[in-house]
C-alpha cells in the first residue's frame, strides 16, 4: 500500500514540477508590466495599501485573501513590482499544488495511464492560462480540489477543514458539500457540513464583533453588482462587467450598497427557486454511490449554481477545469475544455478590454449554451433511483 501511494506520488510530483518550472519560465521571462496583464494586481495592491480588511475598509471577498495580501503589501517595502511578484509567486505555489493535487485524483478516478495523461492535459492548460495569476481564484481551487481529494480518501473532517478555508477564500469550494452529503456517513457528513460553514460564520462573527459596520458592508456589496456578463445582464439590460467602483470608495461603508447598473427585471430569489428545485430533485434521485460519482455530482452542482448566478467572470472557468477533465472521456473533454477556455479569452480580455460592451452578448450566449451541455452532460453520468415514498405511492 505505501509502495502504491509513493508511485503514485512520484507521477503526481513530476507533472507538478514541470509545470513550475514552465510557469516561472514565462514569469522570468516577462517584464511586470506583461505579467499585470489585464488582471485585477494592481487593483489588490491599491486595496492593500488602504489599511486592514473588514476593520478600515470593505471588500467585495471573503476575508482570508484580502488579509494574506495585507500580509503581502507589508512585506514588500511597500514597493508594488515587489508586491506583484510576491503574489504572482504565491498563486503560481498554488497551482503547482493543484496539480499534483489533480493527479492523485485522477488516479483513483480513471484507469491506467489516461490519469498521468490527464495530468498532463490539465498542467498544459493552466500554465499560460493568465487567469492563473491576474486572480486569487487559484487559491480556492486548490482549497476545492483538496477537499475533494481528501473526502474521496474518506478523511471527510479533514475534507471539511479545506473546504472551509476556501470558503474563507471564495466561497466556491463549499459547492462540493452536496457531494460530501451524499457520499459521507450520515454522522460523518454532518460534522463536515457543520466544520466548513462553522469556520465561516466564525470568522465572520469575530470580524462583525471588531467593525460591524465594514463587515456589513463587506458582505453586502456582492449584492450591489447587479448582473454582469450572464444572460440574466442581458435581460436586465446591465452590458458591464462585475467590478465596483474606485478603491477610495472603499472607506466609506454606504458606498457598498450603492447598486451597480440597471435592477434586475427577474429577482435572483425567483429564479433560486426554480433552479433549488431542479437540484433538490437531483440531489434526492441520484446514487453516488462510487468517488466518480462524486466528481460527476459537483460538476452538476457548479453547472446549475452558474446557469443561476447573476453574474459570471471568466477565470471562473479555472474551477470547471478539472472536473470536466475528472469525469468525462474523449471528445467531451476537449469540447468542454476548450471552447470554455476559449469563449473565456473572447470575452476578457479580448472583447472588453478594448471596450466592445455592444458584443458583450456574443460570449455569453456562447458560454450559456455550453453551460447547458455540460451540466446536462455531468447529470447523464451519474445514477438515479425513485425516491422512497413516491415508489411507497406507485406501488399502493
Same mark, same amino acid.
Given at each position: ?12 510530483? *513530476?507533472?507538478?514540477?514541470?509545470? %513550475? ?11 511586470? =508590466? ?9 487593483? +489588490? ?14 471588500? =467585495? +471577498? ?5 488579509? %494574506? ?23 503560481? /505555489?498554488?497551482?503547482? !499544488? ?10 483513483? &478516478? ?28 487559484? /487559491? ?8 475533494? +481529494? ?15 478555508l476556501g470558503g474563507l477564500t471564495k466561497f466556491f469550494p /463549499?459547492?462540493?458539500?452536496? #457531494? ?5 456517513? *450520515? *454522522? ?30 463587506? &458582505?453586502?456589496?456582492? !449584492? ?19 467590478? /465596483? ?16 447598473? =440597471? ?19 437531483? +440531489? ?22 452558474? &446557469?443561476?448566478?447573476? #453574474? ?17 472521456? #474523449? ?38 449554451? %455550453? ?26
Amino acid at each position: 500500500m505505501t509502495e502504491t501511494v509513493r508511485t503514485e506520488g512520484k507521477a503526481g510530483l *513530476r507533472i507538478a514540477a514541470l509545470f %513550475l518550472t514552465a510557469r516561472l519560465a514565462l514569469i522570468i521571462s516577462l517584464p511586470i =508590466e506583461s505579467l499585470r496583464g489585464y488582471g485585477d494586481l494592481h487593483h +489588490f495592491y491599491e486595496l492593500a495599501a488602504l489599511g486592514n480588511p473588514f476593520l478600515d475598509l470593505w471588500v =467585495e +471577498f471573503p476575508p482570508l485573501f484580502p488579509f %494574506l495580501s495585507r500580509g503581502i503589501y507589508l512585506l514588500s517595502a511597500p514597493l508594488q513590482h515587489v508586491y506583484d511578484y510576491g503574489l504572482i509567486l504565491l498563486l503560481t /505555489l498554488a497551482q503547482t !499544488a493543484s496539480v499534483y493535487i489533480f493527479v492523485r485524483l485522477g488516479q483513483r &478516478l480513471i484507469s491506467g495511464d489516461r490519469a498521468e495523461q490527464r495530468g498532463w492535459t490539465y498542467a498544459l492548460l493552466l500554465v499560460a492560462l493568465p487567469y492563473g495569476w491576474w486572480y486569487f481564484d487559484p /487559491l480556492a481551487v486548490l482549497a476545492m480540489l483538496a477537499g475533494l +481529494f481528501l473526502l474521496l480518501d474518506g478523511r471527510g473532517r479533514r475534507s471539511a477543514l479545506a473546504l472551509g478555508l476556501g470558503g474563507l477564500t471564495k466561497f466556491f469550494p /463549499l459547492l462540493i458539500l452536496p #457531494g460530501a452529503w451524499k457520499w459521507l456517513p *450520515r *454522522r460523518t457528513a454532518v460534522q463536515a457540513v457543520a466544520i466548513s460553514l462553522g469556520m465561516l460564520i466564525a470568522m465572520i462573527g469575530l470580524l462583525w464583533i471588531n467593525n460591524p459596520e465594514m463587515t456589513r458592508s463587506s &458582505l453586502s456589496s456582492q !449584492a450591489s453588482k447587479g448582473s454582469w456578463e450572464t444572460v440574466w445582464a442581458l435581460i436586465d439590460g446591465n452590458l458591464q462587467t462585475g467590478n /465596483l467602483g474606485p478603491e477610495l470608495e472603499r472607506l466609506d461603508p454606504q458606498a457598498a450598497f450603492q447598486l451597480r447598473g =440597471e435592477p434586475a427585471q427577474i429577482a435572483p430569489w425567483a429564479t433560486l427557486i426554480g433552479f433549488a428545485a431542479l437540484g433538490l430533485a437531483i +440531489f434526492l434521485t441520484v446514487e453516488v454511490t462510487d468517488p466518480f460519482h462524486v466528481t460527476a455530482f459537483s460538476g452538476v452542482t457548479w453547472g446549475l449554481f452558474l &446557469l443561476w448566478s447573476p #453574474g459570471w467572470s471568466p477565470q471562473w472557468v479555472l474551477y470547471l477545469l478539472p472536473l470536466i477533465l475528472l469525469t468525462f472521456r #474523449g471528445s467531451k473533454t476537449w469540447m468542454f475544455s476548450v471552447n470554455l477556455i476559449a469563449v473565456s479569452l473572447l470575452e476578457w480580455p479580448l472583447l472588453l478590454s478594448r471596450g466592445r460592451f455592444d458584443l458583450l452578448w456574443v460570449p455569453i450566449v456562447i458560454r450559456t449554451a %455550453l453551460l447547458v451541455l455540460l451540466t446536462a452532460a455531468f447529470a447523464r453520468e451519474l445514477r438515479y433511483r425513485m425516491p422512497a415514498w413516491v415508489e411507497r405511492r406507485r406501488l399502493a
